[in-house]
């Protein structure tokens, strides 16, 4: 067998040390706390009132050192990664300007001393609009960073509050990619009493489904054409329901909505990963967006192996297995373009290094 072609993960987190600290600082979630022995983080909303020792995730070096990050990149045949802070990024702060840009020069530190393996994605103090329009100028001038990356509630009204639009112009102003990347979920009351599973499956792309969908509707495309946007976990459930929308827009005699477009082009305009699990939803993705607009991703450190911390590394972890099979299930074009070939043109990402 031909050994496997080298990959460009877009999707890869990392807690920097200096954010690492601040959620060990902290004694309400997100935070980390140490249980049984081991550090447990816990981020997602709720997860405080458990006081088990099986609250939250584990949660070792895998998520802040470089060199476990590039030991995983080896294992699984990923020659590059464009690594972004995880959720729930500076959601959580008011007033996070100052230390947004410290992690950032932190990521931009990190990427700079990897050899050309590490690129990045910034974190925005998203909760004030004009600090991370600031902050989107001052990542413009890092170069291993890419653009940033954020969550969903924008500064406390979601994505399509008018305030952003400062945070959108600064990024279409300086040919930044905008990540958008679920943290809260969404109809968790319709989810509980199944681990994290129906959170993470279902409540996660919801969450990122409403975000894009309100953008959408709400102009932010027709205001900024030029805005280069990736969403997380292939669009989540959003290109299947694209038709659906158009259709319940235009059914709608008294729709709010004054777009240039119908709704579901405005996907066309944006970036996808490719973490989709099965061809069928890759198929759809690309007979939608194109195959030129989705990139390979892993999810990485999340979504681990059932192994000792010290086996992680020298293991084969699912999730960039599955992605793989299903990019040559889909043929040897799509499979190039998406596992390197898009990264490289869209991100301006050298593989030759
Ligand atoms: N769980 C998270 O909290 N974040 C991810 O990115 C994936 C899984
Ligand atoms: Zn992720």
Redo the contacts with the bound molecule.
């Keep these: 067998m031909s050994a496997p072609l080298a990959a460009i993960d877009v999707h890869s987190?990392v807690y920097p040390g200096r954010y690492m600290s601040l959620l060990r600082a902290r004694d309400t979630v997100p935070r980390i706390v140490a249980r049984g022995g081991q550090d447990r983080m816990l981020?997602?909303p709720g997860e405080d009132a458990d006081s088990s020792t099986s609250v939250g995730r584990p949660i070792g070096s895998e998520y802040w050192d470089p060199a476990r990050k590039i030991a995983f990149m080896d294992r699984h045949a990923i020659a590059v990664s464009v690594i972004s802070p995880?959720?729930p990024w500076l959601d959580f702060l008011a007033d996070a300007g100052p230390v947004a840009t410290e992690i950032n020069e932190d990521m931009e530190t990190l990427c700079a001393a990897s050899g050309g393996r590490l690129y990045g994605l910034g974190l925005l103090p998203i909760r004030d609009p004009a600090a991370s329009a600031a902050e989107l100028g001052r990542i413009a001038g890092l170069p291993h960073l890419r653009g940033a990356v954020i969550g969903t509630t924008g500064a406390g009204k979601g994505l399509d509050d008018p305030a952003l639009d400062q945070v959108w112009a600064a990024a279409e102003r300086h040919g930044l990619m905008i990540f958008v990347?679920p943290?809260y979920g969404l109809g968790n009351e319709a989810l509980a009493g199944y681990g994290h599973a129906t959170l993470?499956a279902l409540g996660?792309p919801f969450e990122t489904t409403a975000a894009i969908t309100r953008l959408i509707l709400g102009g932010a495309f027709d205001r900024f054409p030029g805005l280069r946007m990736m969403v997380a976990h292939a669009g989540g459930v959003l290109p299947y329901l694209a038709a659906r929308l158009d259709a319940c827009v235009a059914g709608d005699a008294h729709s709010p909505v004054r777009l240039r477009h119908e709704p579901s082009s405005y996907l066309r305009g944006l970036y996808f990963d490719a973490i989709g699990y099965q061809a069928a939803t890759l198929a759809m993705l690309m007979s939608l967006v194109g195959v030129e607009r989705i990139m390979f991703g892993t999810?990485h450190p999340?979504?681990p192996p059932h192994v000792e911390n010290a086996e992680l590394d020298s293991t084969e972890w699912h999730s960039p297995a599955v992605h793989r099979a299903v990019l040559r299930e889909l043929g040897p074009q799509a499979e190039i373009a998406i596992l390197n070939g898009n990264a490289k043109a869209i991100l301006c990402i050298d593989l030759s290094t």
């Design positions: 987190h981020i997602l995880a959720n990347h943290h993470l996660f999810d999340f979504f």
